[in-house]
Each structure stands twice: as structure tokens, then as C-alpha cells.
């Protein structure tokens, strides 16, 4: 059987983001759906998921915007931080799931590179570094 790979000491990179359409492994740790809709084709026992938390995804008039104007990557991101902003609590507790173990943020997009996971991964792990995860 193989080694569970070494949790990482930092909380905030216990945090990471993986397509759901990727099999999932123990190495996930939480597995989170980040996304507001259900991913097409997924079966809900194949995603194994710990939570789908639609909540935090970004506005559908936001998300709907930003299919239309991929092109606007920077606009979509700091849009998408303002809407996460509004969610204190739900991100406290997000947070808050690093300091036991590691949490993957899962998604949909194609985009490996341009999408809301990458853009709320990087809002947990500042609000962790900055300490903003108690109270969650």
C-alpha cells in the first residue's frame, strides 16, 4: 500500500484545488466542491465528496459574466474576492479545515489555471497566514 504523502507543517498550504474529474485519492484529504453547479457527468458516490459547498462559489450573474468574457480573467478574480468577502463566516470555516488536515477545493472548469478555486485558495491561504481563521 502506498505512503500517505506528509501533511504539510503550513495550514495554509494544506490547501489545494484538484477537477473533480480526477480520481480521487486519501492524499485529498477534505474533498470540497467549490462550484455552484453539479459538475456534468459526476456521479454523486463517485465524487466522494466531504461537502458541496455551492455557498461560497461565485454569483451566477458573476459566473454567467465570466463564461462570456474569459478573456477577463484579473476582473473575474477581483470580483470574485469581493463577493467572498461578504462571507466572513463561511470562509473562517473553510479555513479553519487546514488547521486540521489537508482540504482540496474541487471544480469543474477546463481552466486549470484560471478559475474560482484558484482564486478562493488563495483568499484561505492569506486569511490564514494573516490569522483570520479563529471563531470559525
Given at each position: ?25 486519501v492524499s485529498d ?76 477545493l474541487l471544480y ?20 490564514i497566514k494573516d ?6
Amino acid at each position: 500500500m502506498p505512503e500517505r504523502p506528509p501533511v504539510p507543517d503550513d495550514p495554509a498550504e494544506r490547501i489545494r484545488i484538484k477537477r473533480i474529474y480526477r480520481v480521487a485519492r486519501v492524499s485529498d484529504g477534505r474533498r470540497i466542491l467549490v462550484d455552484r453547479l453539479w459538475p456534468r457527468g459526476i456521479a454523486k458516490d463517485r465524487a466522494r465528496l466531504d461537502r458541496w459547498c455551492k455557498e461560497i462559489a461565485p454569483s451566477d450573474d458573476l459566473r454567467n459574466w465570466f463564461h462570456a468574457h474569459p478573456e477577463s480573467w484579473e476582473e473575474f478574480a477581483a470580483r470574485y474576492r469581493g463577493e467572498i468577502e461578504t462571507k466572513d463566516e463561511l470562509v473562517r470555516a473553510l479555513a479553519a479545515h487546514a488547521e486540521a488536515g489537508v482540504v482540496t477545493l474541487l471544480y469543474a472548469s477546463k481552466d486549470e489555471e484560471r478559475n474560482n478555486a484558484v482564486v478562493l485558495r488563495d483568499v484561505l491561504r492569506q486569511r490564514i497566514k494573516d490569522g483570520v481563521t479563529k471563531n470559525a
